[in-house]
Structures are given as C-alpha cells and as structure tokens.
C-alpha cells in the first residue's frame, strides 16, 4: 500500500507537472491522462487527490498565487535591511529571476492565466495588486518613494509594468534579442526601467 507520505510526495509532484503541462500547452488541451503519464502515476490518483481537473487547476492557481505572494513578500520587507537605494527597487522582474529556477513553468502559466481572463486570473491579479498597495505604502512610510496624488494608480502601474514583462516575455525575447528574465536580459531592462522610475522619460542612465 502506498504510505500516506508517498501520498502527499504523489500530490505534489501530480500539481507540479500540471502546472508544467498547463503552462506549456494551455488548460484546455491538457488532459488528466496526460498529467498522470508526466507525474508517473494513474489517472485514477489524480482524480482521487484532486477529483477533477477543474480542482487540479484550481490547486494550481493557488500554488502560483502563494508562490508570487510569498516573492513579493520576501522582496517587499526592505524596513528591515536598512536604508533603500535604486537598486532595492521592488520588481517582479528582478524577483522571478531571482527565486525561481530559470526553468521555473510559474511565469508562463502566471501570464496564461492573467491574459485568459476568468475567475482564476481576476482573482490572481487582485491578489498581487493588493500586494503591490502593500509594497507602495511600505515604501512610502520609509521615505524612498510618494504615494503621488492617486496612489490606487500608482500601485497598479507598478504591477502592471512587471506583468507585463511575463505576459509579453516571448515578443521582447524576439524584439530584444535576449530573454528579459535571464540574467543578461536583467541587466539592460533593470537599468532603463530604475532610469525611468526615478528620472522619467528625460533621465539618462548612470554611468558605470
């Protein structure tokens, strides 16, 4: 019989290749054979752990939604670290490249759900915008940025500007000629986007 250890060892590798599977190829066309058969285990199991594949996919959004939160999160708490400089500017971006593999299925599935629309993607966005009011005040109560006149907007524009970066990762790939969340990509897109944030539009980069 199987242990209830190899159980929860099963259900997490089940939500795993899942979310691997619905990243690459889209929920739709995924189907429960199909994750049993990456997860090396039957269908039967994935039902019995998850019952359908409706409560697969949900089990996967909340994977990713806790995994961005727990990132922002950790990303978020600079008070405790010290005085903020440019390069402790919270980002999304900078944080992906830094906490998940490069491997890592979580922004490809993070930008199907947001740009398939549904309870699943709304639910996500109001998640990490909440976060993100969290982060912009956090970051006004120690002095290193202004709430602005509208500071509901401005939260958002900060999200936004990184999701943006997942949803449309691909195309700046292709535009760019180097993936913005490699280490390279980082480099150029992190520079332009701290210039932008503090200078505007007619800043120039420091010079290194």
């Not at 992906?96 to 593999?101: E, F, G, N, Q, Y």
């Amino acid at each position: 019989m199987r242990s209830i250890g190899d159980d929860r060892t099963a259900r997490a590798r089940i939500r795993d290749e899942a979310l691997r599977l619905f990243a690459d190829r889209g929920t739709d066309v995924v189907t429960v054979r199909d994750i049993a058969a990456a997860a090396g285990v039957s269908p039967a199991l994935v039902l019995r752990h998850y019952t359908s594949k409706d409560g697969l996919r949900d089990a996967v959004d909340e994977h990713v939604a806790a995994t961005f939160e727990a990132m922002l999160d950790q990303a978020l708490r600079p008070a405790d670290t010290g005085p903020f400089d440019d390069a402790a500017l919270p980002s999304l971006t900078e944080m992906i490249v830094r906490l998940l593999p490069a491997e890592s299925p979580v922004p490809g599935y993070l930008g199907r759900m947001l740009l398939a629309g549904g309870r699943p993607g709304s639910a996500l966005f109001e998640r990490l915008y909440a976060v993100s009011r969290d982060a912009l005040a956090g970051l006004v109560a120690v002095g290193f940025a202004d709430a602005g006149a509208d500071p509901e907007v401005r939260a958002a524009f900060l999200l936004v500007n990184d999701l943006a970066v997942l949803t449309l990762r691909p195309h700046l790939t292709a535009a760019l000629g180097v993936d913005p969340l490699s280490a390279a990509g980082m480099n150029r897109w992190g520079a332009e986007v701290l210039t932008v944030y503090r200078s505007g539009l007619g800043g120039d980069a420091p010079q290194t």
